[in-house]
């Protein structure tokens, strides 16, 4: 078995690090496919990146209240960074739960119950009083932020045409950056213009999400799972005579779950390895960024917050183009050049002491992290057992983040044993116009360079399925459906009853046209799998 997976990673380094060239050459182009998206795969799609605007609208409250948070608890800032911590480590939790429960149940509900849950309790932590009800708070708070990306990812990706599907996931990973933008924002402009300070932004993160919520309720369940649903009833008419009960699906489930993992433990693995290194990069990067530019390089919060807006535009520009370059370039040869990005523009973001080069080092670097990160949605979606599209890619994001989760603060003990010092005005407190302060510029500048060399390395030996059509996947509830090649019935596919004059007509229509398309599309899925 050693020798195998040696074997099978040699084989990925070495092969299929380029999407074939006849695979590429049967899409439509993509602005022929954008056009023809209608209405409600728009919907679906936006519902899904506003669900993770809110998540880091959410999360990244507490990233930008580092000082404010000290000050009222009366902690310092390695106290703080424990709630991120703990926040990121009770993220599995919500990720198994939810995850679960959308694949077993559909993508709606779920997501607005997940999306609730997350309302209620960043308002609940806008009323603590003690740092002791903070941290209970946020860790409640993480496990309903650890359903969130699962959900959005199946709910925005699965019902878009596979031609669109690279943008779509650059476009979607970088909700979390106009999250962190629109957090941001108010913290500069909302925060200090009343006498609630740091509660503000909790507040309004929670409303955002109830928003969401309210927009995905007036929404119809995806088209994919509902398809998926009704090609399982037919089988089980067929097979049994009669449906499975609610009960009897959900021990199918489970018994499908326990199979998958199984044949898939290599995978997981892998995933979660990807994941560690993706959410050591972005977290490495963001989390602690605003009190590395105020403590120290000096600056105000102001200017901070500032340099963290303009930080966001880049990893926007990047998430974007890095989809849309995904879908021919590869997933795995875009992840690994805008990794090699991220490493070359490390000294831009940790050595200049001028807001202008800051400020662009903030730009740059969180192009080529983001940008990585754009492929991340669309690269989960496609080598996760398509069953669980949903749980899958969710797990492995947030136990990936569970093993991150002290980035914040190994950065911050970093700095409190690294020193450098800066330049401050002489005054009664500082006379000889210098201050020692922790050295985060350092600190942080050596995690992401191992963290970039880490990821080089996983992602040139790991799996890539470029342009698998998951969507044609039967359901896990359903006997059977968990396999890889368990593919759902064409007439189902489109939209059809199969009834014995649909069948027919069906027949016909596959005479006249003397071709099996169909069966070869099959045999290609098969293939890729």
Not at 185 to 211: D, K, M, Y
């Amino acid at each position: 078995m050693a020798s195998e997976a040696l074997s099978q990673l040699w084989y990925n380094a070495t092969h299929n690090l380029v999407p074939k060239r006849e695979r590429t050459e049967k899409q439509k182009p993509l602005l022929v496919s954008l056009s023809e998206l209608n209405l409600r795969q728009w919907a679906e799609f936006w519902t899904g990146w506003l669900a993770w605007s809110c998540d880091a609208i959410d999360f990244f409250s507490v990233s930008l209240s580092v000082t404010n948070l000290a000050t009222q608890f009366g902690r310092d800032t390695t106290d703080i960074t424990q709630a991120i911590t703990l926040t990121l480590l009770f993220r599995s939790v919500g990720a198994v739960l939810f995850g679960i429960i959308s694949d077993r149940y559909g993508r709606k509900y779920p997501l607005i119950l997940n999306l609730l849950v997350v309302s209620v309790l960043e308002l609940g932590a806008g009323f603590v009083q003690t740092y002791a009800q903070f941290l209970a708070v946020r860790s409640l708070f993480g496990i309903g932020m650890g359903g969130i990306w699962g959900l959005a990812a199946s709910t925005a990706l699965e019902n878009l045409p596979v031609e669109t599907r690279g943008l779509a996931s650059g476009v979607l990973q970088q909700g979390y950056a106009v999250g962190y933008l629109i957090a941001a924002v108010i913290n500069l402009t909302l925060v200090p213009e009343q006498s609630h300070s740091w509660r503000a932004l909790f507040w309004c993160a929670a409303g955002i999400s109830a928003f969401a919520a309210c927009i995905r309720l007036c929404l119809p369940e995806s088209k994919i799972f509902l398809q998926a649903r009704e090609d399982a009833r037919h089988r089980e008419e067929e097979r049994l005579g009669h449906k499975n009960s609610g009960v009897k699906k959900t021990q199918i489930f489970f018994r499908e779950t326990g199979k998958m993992l199984k044949h898939h433990w290599m995978l997981c693995i892998y995933a979660v390895l990807l994941m560690t290194g993706f959410n050591f990069l972005s977290h490495g990067s963001q989390d602690l960024f605003p009190t590395y530019i105020q403590t120290s390089k000096g600056f105000s919060a102001h200017d901070a917050t500032v340099m963290t807006i303009i930080g966001n535009c880049g990893a926007i520009a990047g998430g974007a183009i890095a989809g849309w370059g995904s879908q021919y370039l590869g997933r795995r040869l875009t992840i690994i050049v805008f990794v090699l990005i991220t490493a070359a523009f490390i000294p831009l973001w940790i050595l200049p002491s001028s807001f202008g080069g800051l400020a662009a080092g903030a730009f740059c670097i969180q192009f080529g992290v983001q940008g990585a990160w754009g492929v991340v949605p669309i690269q989960l979606a496609e080598m996760s057992p398509p069953a669980f599209r949903a749980t899958f890619p969710g797990v492995a994001y947030q136990v990936g983040n569970m093993v991150s989760s002290a980035s914040a603060q190994i950065e911050s003990t970093g700095g409190e044993h690294l020193k450098t010092t800066i330049s401050v005005p002489v005054s009664s407190t500082n006379p000889t116009g210098e201050k020692v302060v922790p050295d985060y510029a350092t600190v942080q500048g050596i995690l992401i360079g191992c963290v970039a060399a880490f990821l080089l390395i996983v992602t040139l030996f790991g799996p890539e399925k470029h342009g698998y059509e998951f969507e044609k996947h039967r359901a896990a509830f359903e006997e059977g459906g968990g396999d890889d090649e368990a593919m759902m019935d064409d007439n189902v596919l489109e939209g059809r009853r199969r009834t014995d004059g649909d069948r027919a007509g069906a027949e016909e229509r596959l005479s006249a046209d003397g071709a099996s398309s169909d069966e070869k599309g099959r045999e290609e899925m098969v293939e890729r799998v």
